[in-house]
């Protein structure tokens, strides 16, 4: 199963990964095995830090044999709801020792407040996360509000405080890289894009990408 996602959400640490008991292959990627369940099965990590690439499978420890419903996301019984809990624990391990997971959406916030002079609005009493700011015309530039990783074509059920700015239709198809820059989530994709405000944001791109929003919301 695919859990790439997680390049996404926080820069990798490479330093960290040998003492996290990840191992470096032949290949030049990173494996490590852990068992879960009590020793009933083990899990394998395949971590590619230049291709930023994270897949883990499932495997029987009595016969070895590679536990196939593991890997399909429409399976979703009761054992294998078990066994993705366990590796899921296992990601958030490795989140935790070998990537910098910082969240960018205070430090984002206080920025357009200084920089724009503008406040929050909250205009949506059904999601309190989500928040605009506007220019003088009273139109917003940037939208602020949390959304699953999947929303975004990610495969991942977690949760990432992302924001949404305004770009000339031209540089869209440059900007988006799929890793911190997107096609725009519940927007027009053709004017709008969706950034995540997650460590492995550039926070001088995502200020210049906002200053320009700003300028073609307000003009």
Not at 11 to 36: E, H, M, Q
Not at 64 to 79: I, K, S
Not at 153 to 158: D, F, T
Request: proline residues 2%.
């Amino acid at each position: 199963m695919d859990y790439s996602y997680l390049f996404c959400s926080a820069k990798l640490k490479i330093s960290s990964l040998t003492a996290a008991g990840f191992t470096l292959t032949k290949n030049k990627d990173y494996f490590l095995r852990k068992n879960i369940l009590d020793g009933s099965f083990f899990a394998e990590l395949h971590l590619d830090a230049e291709k930023q690439k994270l897949e883990v499978h499932v495997f029987d420890a009595t016969t070895n044999e590679q536990y196939a419903l593991f890997d399909m996301p429409t399976v979703n019984g009761a054992f294998v709801a078990k066994l993705r809990e366990a590796v899921q624990n296992i990601i958030e391990s490795i989140k935790s020792n070998c990537f910098e997971t910082k969240n960018l959406r205070d430090k984002y916030v206080s920025y357009l407040q200084s920089h724009f002079s503008a406040n929050p609005d909250f205009p949506w009493e059904s999601t309190p996360d989500a928040c605009v700011f506007r220019c003088s015309n009273n139109k917003w530039f940037a939208l602020i509000m949390k959304i699953k990783y999947r929303q975004l074509g990610l495969k991942s059920e977690e949760e990432v405080f992302v924001v949404n700015l305004k770009a000339d239709e031209n540089t869209i198809p440059t900007l988006i890289d799929n890793k911190s820059i997107f096609k725009a989530y519940h927007m027009n994709k053709k004017h709008w894009i969706t950034i995540l405000l997650t460590a492995v944001t550039d926070f001088d791109i995502l200020c210049e990408l906002t200053q320009n929003s700003y300028e073609l919301v307000s003009s």
